[in-house]
């Protein structure tokens, strides 16, 4: 089945710096790469998602790449604010019959004013 | 639109109950997940369900859990014979037919066994 890598496990940057949490992930067939933000307690929300038809997507501050070749994926934050301190998680999926998400241990990103 | 709804949202239980857990998908969507999550942790899938039909309960334990998703009414998780182990948070997820794939999360039901 699919295995999801993510890295750091913890970041901290100040406020005004740009943050990069990578995941990597092993079967190649996976075509769908969410990316969900998690508040203590609260519901994971997704922010980004990119389908394996697009190299790179952009949100305002939020980006996504993807490189299918070499199965690994980024997410950017540009311009953190201390209210982008949460856990984020990236998470991969198949497009079609097998819809499950297989997720990363997640990122704590602090943002220090 | 309403989001997605569980309750309870904090469900605490002896070693040895039952615990059952449901879940309202978002208007429209016809398509539920069941996710745990581990203190501390990632979210691990557990099984996928359309209206009357499992379609993935490949990470669900094959004891003591069993899910459904009936025609009329909430999808639904159950716990029989709660251990200790079995304390984490329980997501549910929606999505819209095929072929839109983004699954949208409830607030998810905090499980404590005691």
């Known amino acids: 089945g699919e295995n999801v890598e993510q890295h750091p496990s913890t970041l901290s940057v100040q406020e005004g710096d740009s943050a990069v949490i990578k995941c990597t992930y092993s079967?190649?067939?996976?075509?769908?790469f969410p990316w969900y933000k998690q508040e203590l307690g609260k519901r994971p929300q997704l922010i980004i998602d990119?389908?394996?038809?697009?190299g790179e997507k952009k949100d305002q501050r939020i980006a996504v790449t993807l490189n299918k070749t070499a199965k690994h994926f980024s997410l950017h934050i540009t311009e953190t604010q201390p209210e982008d301190s949460a856990v984020y998680f990236c998470?991969?999926?198949?497009?079609?019959?097998?819809?499950?998400?297989?997720f990363g241990s997640g990122t704590q990103l602090t943002v220090l004013p | 639109n309403a989001g997605v709804m569980q309750n309870p949202r904090h469900l605490v239980r002896r070693r040895g109950q039952e615990a059952r857990l449901r879940c309202s998908p978002m208007?429209?969507?016809?398509?539920v997940y069941w996710y745990r999550q581990l203190p501390e942790e990632g979210l691990k899938f557990m099984v996928y369900?359309?209206?009357?039909?499992?379609?993935?309960e490949s990470g669900m334990p094959k004891e003591r859990f069993s899910a459904e998703f009936p025609k009329e009414g909430p999808s639904i998780l159950r716990i029989q014979q709660v251990v200790r182990g079995d304390s984490a948070a329980y997501f549910c997820?929606?999505?819209?037919?095929?072929?839109?794939?983004?699954?949208?999360f409830g607030p998810g039901t905090r499980l404590t066994v005691l």
């Open positions: 990119i389908r394996s038809n697009v």
């Open positions: 369900l359309q209206k009357e039909n499992i379609i993935d």
């Open positions: 079967d190649s067939a996976s075509n769908y």
């Open positions: 998470a991969a999926s198949t497009m079609g019959s097998a819809r499950q998400l297989t």
């Open positions: 997820a929606s999505s819209p037919p095929l072929p839109t794939d983004t699954q949208y």
């Open positions: 208007k429209g969507h016809s398509h």
